[in-house]
């Protein structure tokens, strides 16, 4: 979703090597290495997932001509300690669809699992596939998938895996009995069968307000958490629920947002030894600023202020991870539609260290869809699309912890 802002592009810039200055007269900031690219097609997005091998996990989607158009495909690759090793070759479920809303996990067997729409851009069905790698090939992406119409899809979902290495989809559905608008559903897989179970009724805190943009999370004791935003696209909030025994789910608190009934946007959730980790966007003064709370047992406590570097750049697409006590780390970008620069931020337990004290950027220009994830040595993973000579290729940078 596009906002305005007054912001122009030379400040972006000015920002951005403003940046490079501060780092280099403060050492380099966070010591950094630059891993090698594992693909120099044009990309759109990317996503990052790390198992108990320590090892992490890349996808991501690039345009790829073919017969006078051009598809989105997807592909995947796992760190090997020198070098990406590929996991299987073009994953999507018909070549000749496009893979987008990307996403990617970790099941308890310690193997990866993807998630993604997929469509012809002409068909009148929104399908959302899911594949998990078995160590030397990806399951059959059409096994999980969920097709409706589009006239009853909301066209935004979010999956996580469980504890019995089964797929949980949160799902939004337009044409819902009773319901306003777009309602939060969850869909349970049910092995035997080989299908979807919905529930009702809906996680919707009221069934006359449109829910929509899940996120999905698995604790370390096989929790299952779901977090939504509820209102309209203007004036909503944000809630996380947790489910419980008999498939009944509990709110965790109210509303996250600080202003109630205001835009947000884009929730992240993510649950460790810490506790349940909430991120979101939420519209300061016209911008949208990226905030951070985690869950006490008791309360949504705030992680610091904004995560914005400039509260008057607009933050996009933050990606959430944790480390292994539970702190989280956030990706995103940020910036104007004519440059936007790839932030990231580590919390320490007592604030927010910014990676690399500075843009990610390789150069000045254009990124978008930054991920993060962490290895096995504690250190993060940053990876991002980043516009060069017309095209975005895949950017992959690492952190000492």
């Known amino acids: 979703m596009l906002r305005s802002t007054l912001v122009r592009r030379p400040l972006t810039r000015s920002l951005w090597i403003l940046g490079l200055l501060g780092s280099a007269l403060a050492g380099g900031g966070t010591p950094s290495a630059t891993l090698p690219s594992p693909s120099r097609a044009d990309a759109t997005m990317t996503a990052l997932t790390t198992g108990p091998d320590g090892q992490p996990v890349l996808a991501w989607v690039e345009l790829s001509p073919s017969g006078g158009e051009v598809f989105g495909h997807l592909h995947a690759v796992r760190w090997n300690g020198g070098g990406w090793t590929a996991l299987g070759g ?13 996403s990617a996990v970790h099941g308890p067997d ?28 990806w399951s059959d992406p059409g096994l999980y998938a969920v097709r409706r119409n589009l006239s009853d899809a909301g066209k935004s979902r979010a999956f996580t895996v469980t504890t019995q290495n089964q797929p949980y989809l ?59 935003l509820e209102g309209d696209v203007a004036h909503s909030d944000v809630f996380v ?46 911008v949208d600023n990226l905030f951070v709370k985690r869950w006490t ?3 949504w406590a705030s992680l610091g202020a904004t995560l914005n570097i400039d509260s008057r750049l607009l933050a996009e697409r933050p990606n959430l991870a944790l480390d292994a006590r539970g702190y989280p780390l956030l990706a995103w970008v940020e910036g104007t539609d004519a440059g936007r620069n790839v932030y990231a931020k580590r919390w320490t ?11 990610l950027n390789l150069k000045a220009g254009d990124a978008r869809s930054a991920s993060v994830t962490v290895d096995a040595d504690g250190r993060a993973v940053v990876a991002w699309c980043e516009r060069s000579g017309g095209t975005y290729s895949v950017q992959v940078k690492r952190f000492a912890p």
């Open 90 to 102: 073009l994953l999507n479920e018909n070549p000749v669809h496009n893979a987008w809303q990307l």
């Open 110 to 137: 310690g193997q990866p699992w993807l998630g993604w729409a997929e469509d012809a851009g002409t068909a009148h069905v929104d399908s959302y596939l899911m594949s998990r790698w078995n160590g030397s090939s």
């Open 170 to 228: 949160t799902w939004t559905n337009i044409y819902y009995p009773g319901a306003f608008a777009q309602v939060v559903q969850p869909f349970y897989w049910q092995p035997g069968a080989k299908v979807w179970e919905e529930q009702t009724p809906t996680l919707n805190h009221t069934i006359g307000k449109a829910a929509f943009f899940p996120a999905a999370a698995r604790g370390p004791q096989g929790t299952i958490y779901t977090a939504w």
């Open 241 to 286: 629920a947790q489910l419980g025994s008999g498939k009944k789910w509990t709110y965790l608190g109210g509303p996250l947002n600080f202003r109630p009934h205001t835009y947000t946007f884009a929730p992240q959730l993510a649950a460790g030894p810490a506790g349940v980790v909430a991120a979101w966007l939420e519209d300061q003064g016209g």
């Open 297 to 299: 047992g008791q309360r």
């Open 349 to 359: 337990g007592n604030g927010w260290t910014l990676l690399g004290g500075g843009p």
